[in-house]
């Protein structure tokens, strides 16, 4: 049965068209193929939902879109990677120390910065194209640039992460958005948790609460230090790990 889904994949993306009856087989395969792979594997089955919205008829066909054919050949690697086995339970999963992310926009100013428990922060200025994006997508974009900071020290471990974009950690739990921007970044983040075999545990805090991030995020890094060892959030045997791009 795995050589066999993993076939159907190679094949699929490799065609340029597809009927209603061909994507309805496809999705229902690709769903449960997803569920041997770590939370987030959703963001891989959008593009084949979105190919079959407006057709009716089973013999209806439609393009494949280049997106749909690079999801299937991914499902494939991975399948083929992971011999279509995945989790019974994480409770041999270590617990990581917390981080938290937040982005900020303005007329003037926007920015993004995370810090870590572990005293590992950084903070950076966003330049004027990527600042027109809306703020979701930077909320996502500076969550998937801590994962990319600090994934090698996650191996094994659950990694609780705090956001303060409903939109975004929403998307995040349930590992896919309609969205494709942000669908965009959850599939790069579902790629680091398969590189590096963590899992990650993200929850909404409100941005009253995420007054850390929230000053990195706008440059405030003077404002971060007097108040990061009061909250809690570092104890006071904590050395501050500056990143060398701060302020980039």
Not at 22 to 41: F, H, I, M, N, V
Not at 66 to 92: C, H, P, T, V
């Amino acid at each position: 049965k795995l050589l066999s889904y993993v076939n159907t994949f190679v094949e699929f993306a490799g065609r340029r068209n597809a009927s209603l009856h061909d994507l309805r087989s496809l999705a229902g395969k690709a769903q449960r193929a997803a569920a041997t792979l770590p939370p987030g594997a959703a963001c891989l089955l959008v593009h084949f939902f979105l190919m079959m919205a407006g057709l009716r008829l089973p013999w209806q066909k439609r393009r494949v879109s280049r997106a749909a054919r690079m999801d299937a050949q991914f499902l494939a690697a991975i399948l083929e990677l992971n011999l279509g086995k995945g989790y019974f339970s994480y409770d041999q999963f270590g617990r990581a120390p917390v981080v938290l992310s937040d982005a900020s926009k303005g007329s003037t100013y926007a920015g993004g910065g995370y810090v870590s428990a572990t005293g590992a922060y950084r903070f950076w200025q966003y330049g004027r194209s990527a600042s027109q994006h809306p703020i979701d997508y930077l909320e996502g974009d500076t969550c998937l640039v801590a994962v990319a900071d600090l994934a090698h020290t996650w191996r094994g471990c659950m990694v609780p992460f705090g956001i303060d974009n409903m939109s975004f950690q929403r998307s995040e739990v349930k590992g896919r958005s309609r969205a494709v921007r942000l669908n965009d970044l959850l599939k790069e983040l579902f790629v680091y948790q398969v590189r590096h075999q963590f899992i990650l545990d993200t929850f909404w805090i409100s941005s009253a609460d995420n007054f850390l991030a929230d000053a990195l995020s706008r440059d405030r890094e003077s404002e971060f230090l007097r108040q990061v060892y009061s909250s809690g959030l570092w104890s006071p045997l904590v050395v501050p790990v500056r990143h060398r791009d701060c302020g980039a």
